[in-house]
C-alpha cells in the first residue's frame, strides 16, 4: 500500500515562493517518476510537472515553467516543488502522484497513469 504525505502548502503574495514536499512510503521509491498536479476550484485536475525516476529528466506544464522546479531525493523518499514568482492563477490544490509503471525513462502527463495519490495541499496566492 502506497502512501503519500504532501507538505508545504500555504498563503502567499503573489511574486512569492513556496515549496511543497511529497514523502512516500509503500514501494520502492527509487524505481517510480512522481509528478505535481494541481485542481483549481472547479476545474479539472491538471498536470503541473513531473521527473523520471532517475531524476534524469523533467517535464513542466507550459503555465509554470520557468518558475517551477522538480526535485526528487530517492535517499529520503521526497520529491519536491520549488514554486518561485506565484500567480494568483496558481492558486490550487497540489497534489503529488506516483507513477503505475516502474522505471518509465519518460514523464507521463496523463493522470490515469499515475495509481497512488497524496491527500493534497492547499496553495494559495493573493493578489
Known amino acids: 500500500q502506497v502512501q503519500l504525505v504532501e507538505s508545504g502548502g500555504g498563503l502567499v503574495q503573489a511574486g512569492g515562493s513556496l515549496r511543497l514536499s511529497c514523502v512516500a512510503s509503500g514501494r520502492t521509491f527509487s524505481r517510480y517518476a512522481m509528478a505535481w498536479f494541481r485542481q483549481a476550484l472547479g476545474k479539472q485536475r491538471e498536470f503541473v510537472a513531473g521527473?523520471?525516476?532517475?531524476?534524469?529528466?523533467?517535464y513542466y506544464s507550459d503555465s509554470v515553467k520557468g518558475r517551477f522546479t522538480i526535485s526528487r531525493d530517492n535517499a529520503k523518499n521526497t520529491v519536491y516543488l520549488q514554486m518561485n514568482n506565484l500567480k494568483p492563477e496558481d492558486t490550487a490544490v497540489y497534489y503529488c502522484?506516483?507513477?503505475?509503471?516502474?522505471?518509465?525513462?519518460?514523464?507521463?502527463?496523463?493522470?490515469?497513469?499515475?495509481?497512488?495519490w497524496g491527500q493534497g495541499t492547499q496553495v494559495t496566492v493573493s493578489s
Open positions: 521527473i523520471t525516476w532517475s531524476g534524469g529528466r523533467t
Open positions: 502522484a506516483q507513477d503505475r509503471r516502474a522505471l518509465r525513462t519518460v514523464v507521463i502527463t496523463a493522470s490515469a497513469e499515475y495509481d497512488s
